[in-house]
Structures are given as C-alpha cells and as structure tokens.
C-alpha cells in the first residue's frame, strides 16, 4: 500500500481448483518434517468421483514483522465415503533480528538481502537474523470417517550469511489424535532439524 516502502506490503490470494478424471483420492500428511516417511494422519485410498479444493491466503509485511496464513478445503465427491470433507491451515509469524524486510515480488515472498554480509568484516551483525514461530492443523476427520487431525507447533531461527545462502534451525512439535481400525491413538512428535541451503 506504500509505493515508497518494499517493507510494507500486503498480499490476499484465493484459489479454487476441480479434478473429475480420478477414480481413487488419498489424503496423509508427515508431522512438518520430511526427513521421515511417517504420515500420521492418513485417510488411506478410497473410491472417488471428483475433488474440488478451494483456499485463502494472506501475507502482510510490516518493517521487520511477515505475518502470513493459508486455509485449505478439500470437497471430495465419493458416494462410498460419504461425501467428505477435510480442511487445513497454518499462521506463521516471523522478525528480523537484524533490521531487514522480507522481500515481495511478483506475488509471491522472494529471497532476502541482509543488511550485511557475513564476511563483511565491517558489519557487526554478519548476516541477517531471523526468528519465527507457526501453528498448523490438519483434519482428515468428518463424520464416520476417521483419517486423524494433527495440530503442528514450529520455533525457528534462520541465520541468512547473504543473499544466497542460510542456515536454518527449527525445533517442531507435533500432537495427533487418530484411529487405527477401531483403537483411537494419542501421538506426539518431537523433531530439531537443520538445514544449510545454498541457491542461485
């Protein structure tokens, strides 16, 4: 809404898109981390005619402040299920230790230049500094079918040396309520990863 300012921006977007040409549909999700190949929350494979998926999204960027959201439904068209319907969505939060904004561009967040290098020998801060925190759920319940919810808690530290490379830490926290055949099942999931992403 400023012209004059790249750190104010805000951003809304929706979104709806159909398949018919299916003839089975599956829904899971990993508690936020794929370094496992453990889905928690799955409806496992079940006939279906069609899907319909509709969202909503928002970003807003205010001085070091990112505060974006996205909310998901999925309408499956499956006589044999019953018609059901799952949702999803997250909030995150993010702050620029360091001072920087993140960048927008072209509708989408693009990558950051931190105030300084991180082999700058002049700068103080080496790197830009960012912390972060986010909430997701997903909820593959409705009705008779039972494919689990799970509700994800994400702390996060990003450490940008320049603009193409960072060294992120997170530490998530997940808690999933589900069924296996008739036994409910109370799971949690505690994860710290690391990551060093290096792009051009």
């Not at 300012?5 to 829904?27: L, M, N, P, T």
């Not at 996060?156 to 055949?181: C, E, K, Q």
């Amino acid at each position: 809404w400023d012209c004059e300012c790249k750190c104010k921006r805000w951003h809304i977007g929706a979104s709806i898109w159909q398949r018919e040409d299916i003839d089975q549909v599956r829904y899971r999700s990993r508690p936020e981390s794929h370094v496992t190949s453990h889905r928690p929350v799955d409806t496992g494979t079940f006939d279906a005619e069609g899907t319909t998926h509709i969202g909503f999204e928002t970003g807003l960027i205010y001085g070091p402040w990112t505060v974006s959201g996205e909310y998901i439904i999925a309408q499956v068209d499956s006589v044999a299920a019953g018609d059901p319907e799952f949702s999803a969505w997250y909030g995150q939060v993010s702050y620029w230790i360091t001072g920087e904004c993140t960048t927008y561009k072209h509708g989408y967040f693009d990558r950051v230049e931190p105030c300084c290098d991180w082999l700058d020998e002049d700068c103080c801060c080496k790197g830009g500094w960012q912390i972060a925190a986010r909430v997701s759920n997903i909820d593959l319940n409705d009705g008779n079918f039972q494919g689990g919810e799970m509700m994800t808690y994400t702390l996060g530290l990003n450490w940008h040396l320049n603009p193409n490379a960072r060294i992120m830490f997170n530490a998530v926290y997940a808690d999933v309520d589900s069924t296996r055949g008739a036994q409910p099942v109370d799971e949690t999931f505690l994860a710290f990863q690391m990551r060093f992403q290096v792009d051009w």
